[in-house]
């Protein structure tokens, strides 16, 4: 079975940068289902569950956080703030990202500039909007423990707005194994900081009051210096349930059986690369262990050239699937805003809060067991902005991504993605031309090639309208940069 994947980081570099952070300000129009209460919503295709409900499954589901890429880094007004100048304009940083047409692609979704603690205030919403789609809490990236960088501070705030907006809304600390600062600590360094965090209620501890601590390429170090870990966290009153996630699970999980509790690996991108997860649920579970399954939309990256083929939102939905039919015991999404690897399931301009609403169905039957009755018509629409293929050079970009090494095929097709709640007709509009097809009651994805212009479709049942989604994102044979993410539009969310 194949589940190894690299994810080199961009730690080093954007410490560096040193910027005030905030978390992403969108708040959904739909009302936060905390405390019990039912969700009312009528963006998504169903009625999610109560929280209450939700939460009392044993399968938990957890977004990962990155926390160089909050929603503000400057509290400025969109069309001017760091992003819009520095990171998705080419020219941007002095010019240092010109050759792969800047370092991202989308961006949190933003938010007018708040006079308050704006960056605890987003960080609330950040909460609340992961409460909305059902989740049980975030693992967050830990880059840097120092009191004084910036990415500590991130930490702070997160832990502190779960508290503040619900505190059964859990945190998993991750010490990345990669990063620069966190390889200084010795296993007795990593576990005094890592016990000053977990003081607070809302880092995540399992029934029995162990911490649940899960590092990143944890292979980085060996299982014996876990050891020294778990018992420098004992001797400081904290047991430890720890759940590594390795970036090649098949050659090491094994080797740390002894000091875990659990498996997890940081996955692929592609749907031709998931027909792994039952065996490697299966070798968990062999060995009384949990598995957290990752479960990604998909994977670009301008500044390393190298992207992964999603198939518009095959890999999202083979995944999740895979996972539930496996028996996965929890499910880490990956990731929440890592908007520089293009893996985002947080509200962005790029994705309409889409993605998230689409795990939000399959979370409800992995943790209820049921799938959820599809109770209003709705639409997705994804498609990139370009063919994959095109290399366009008007901002000066000379580095392209490449597909990696056993991804699928790239390819070039407009997907619309029905929930439906009775057969009806579907009408497309993809480029200049119309097509018009029977959808069955459920869930259908139906593609389209690929062609220059814009792309809606409509849901017709009785000669009445039910449901219609437009892109927003024109498709053109000359942009300026190379951008192979899929856009995703939704029609419960105009």
């Known amino acids: 079975m194949k589940i190894n994947f690299s994810r080199p980081r961009l730690a080093a570099a954007l410490i560096a940068v040193g ?125 840097n423990l120092g009191s004084s960088s910036p990415h500590r501070k991130r930490v702070d705030l997160l832990i502190q707005a779960a508290a503040a907006v619900d505190p059964n809304f859990k945190i998993i600390l991750m010490p990345d194994m990669t990063a620069t600062q966190i390889k200084t600590y010795s296993a007795a360094g990593l576990a005094a900081a890592l016990n000053e965090l977990a003081k607070s209620p809302s880092v995540y501890r399992l029934g029995d009051g162990r911490l649940v601590v899960s590092p990143f ?107 539930i039919s496996g028996g996965t015991d929890w499910v ?33 039957r992995l943790k209820t067991g049921s799938w959820p009755a599809i109770v209003r018509d709705t639409l997705y629409l994804t498609h990139r902005v370009h063919a994959a293929a095109l290399h366009p050079t008007a901002a000066g970009q000379t580095k392209f991504m490449t597909p990696r090494s056993g991804t699928s095929a790239p390819r070039d097709k407009v997907e619309v993605l029905s929930f439906l709640t009775a057969a009806a007709q579907i009408k497309a509009s993809i480029g200049t031309g119309t097509s018009t097809y029977n959808a069955a009651a459920g869930v259908q994805a139906q593609l389209f090639p690929l062609a220059d212009g814009t792309n809606s479709a409509t849901v017709s049942r009785n000669g009445t309208a039910t449901a219609t989604v437009a892109s927003p994102f024109a498709v053109t044979s000359t942009p300026q940069v190379q951008d192979l993410q899929y856009n995703a539009a939704s029609s419960g969310r105009p």
């Open 332 to 364: 880490q999404l990956t990731t929440w805003n890592d908007f520089s690897e293009g893996t985002q399931f947080a509200p962005s301009p790029h994705n309409d809060g889409a993605y998230l609403d689409l795990s939000s169905y399959y979370l409800t």
């Open 19 to 143: 910027l005030a952070a905030v978390a992403c300000g969108f708040t959904p129009p739909e009302k936060v289902p905390v405390k019990g209460v039912a969700a009312t919503t009528t963006a998504l295709p169903f009625d999610l569950p109560a929280t209450s409900v939700l939460r009392a499954s044993q399968h938990k589901v957890f977004a990962h956080y990155f926390t160089p890429y909050p929603v503000s880094l400057d509290n400025q007004a969109a069309a001017n703030d760091y992003y819009t100048r520095n990171y998705l304009n080419p020219a941007g940083e002095g010019g240092v990202h010109q050759a792969y047409g800047g370092l991202l692609r989308d961006r949190p979704r933003p938010r007018a500039p708040i006079a308050s603690d704006y960056q605890l205030e987003d960080m609330k919403a950040e909460v609340r909007n992961a409460i909305a789609a059902g989740l049980d809490g975030f693992t967050v990236d830990l880059l």
């Open 217 to 323: 390429k944890a292979e980085n170090q060996t299982a014996a210096w876990y050891a020294s870990f778990n018992a420098a966290m004992e001797q400081l009153g904290t047991k430890v349930a720890l759940v590594p996630v390795f970036l090649n699970f098949t050659a090491n999980y094994a080797k740390y059986a002894s000091v875990s509790y659990g498996f997890s690996n940081w996955g692929n991108r592609s749907p031709n690369q998931q027909g792994g997860i039952a065996a490697a649920i299966t070798a968990s579970h062999d060995l009384g262990k949990i598995w957290m399954q990752p479960v990604a939309v998909q994977d670009e990256r301008p500044n390393q050239g190298i992207y992964d083929e999603a198939d518009n939102t095959e890999n999202l939905r083979t995944t999740w699937k895979n996972a």
